[in-house]
């Protein structure tokens, strides 16, 4: 099972962690708070974009009108927040994607139609800072075209108590293959959103590590080889 839109909609996600870490998660009035604070320092002129780098990518659950691959220099994706509930639990904490700062991060953009942007930004609020792990930053992203688009980034609060930090390789493989919570595994978690990329023309060379010590670990092989990836 992996998260529904229904999931946000009717506060399933919420309750979740409330039983897991009640402490952590956000009201609605400090994710509403959050979300007015973010929307006031969107630059005049913008479309409604956010980058998707980790599960957006397979599951944005709100709807999309269009979708650009696109870079974002000064960030980059690794397996930086232990997840306690979705992914993991309390006694066998999952791993999720943040952005975190150096480095390059190829994602993709997603446009939300500008009639509905507000009220499903108010949705992905509930989703991405259900317990304020992520920072929400407005970034440029470089398409390849080379058009720039400032989008909304969840880029991750190092502050945090479930900020993980920069794990040992094995460490992460030890975690991706075990962990499970109630929306999937952390494996899983991770080879969605590879190919996910992979769709997108986009490999990331550490993602593929992970599922290559895996597949060794588990005996099965990844989804997809990073090497069908088509050229865009």
Not at 4 to 14: F, I, K, P, V
Not at 70 to 80: D, I, K
Not at 141 to 154: E, Q, S, W, Y
Not at 170 to 186: K, M, N, R, W, Y
């Amino acid at each position: 099972m992996t998260l529904s839109r229904r999931d946000l909609e009717q506060g399933r996600m919420r309750a979740i962690y409330v039983a897991a870490v009640a402490d952590r998660a956000l009201t609605d009035e400090q994710l509403s708070s959050s979300l007015t604070a973010t929307l006031a320092k969107k630059p005049k002129g913008v479309g409604w974009w956010v980058f998707a780098y980790g599960s957006l990518l397979w599951n944005p659950v709100f709807p999309v009108v269009e979708m650009r691959p696109a870079t974002v220099r000064g960030l980059h994706r690794h397996f930086c927040l232990w997840s306690l509930a979705s992914r993991g639990t309390l006694d066998a904490p999952g791993l999720v994607l943040g952005l975190d700062r150096g480095g390059v991060c190829r994602g993709v953009a997603l446009r939300l139609p500008a009639p509905l942007a507000l009220d499903e930004l108010h949705l992905l609020w509930r989703r991405e800072m259900v317990v304020g792990s992520y920072h929400p930053r407005w970034v440029n992203c470089r398409t390849a075209d080379g058009r720039n688009i400032t989008a909304i980034a969840f880029v991750v609060n190092r502050k945090h108590p479930q900020y993980a930090g920069k794990l040992p390789l094995e460490a992460q493989v030890q975690v991706l293959s075990t962990a499970c919570g109630a929306f999937g595994s952390s494996g899983d978690y991770l080879e969605r959103t590879r190919v996910a990329l992979i769709a997108h023309g986009i490999t990331d060379a550490h993602l593929d590590a992970l599922a290559a010590r895996i597949a060794q670990r588990c005996g099965t092989p990844p989804a997809v080889a990073a090497t069908t990836a088509p050229e865009l």
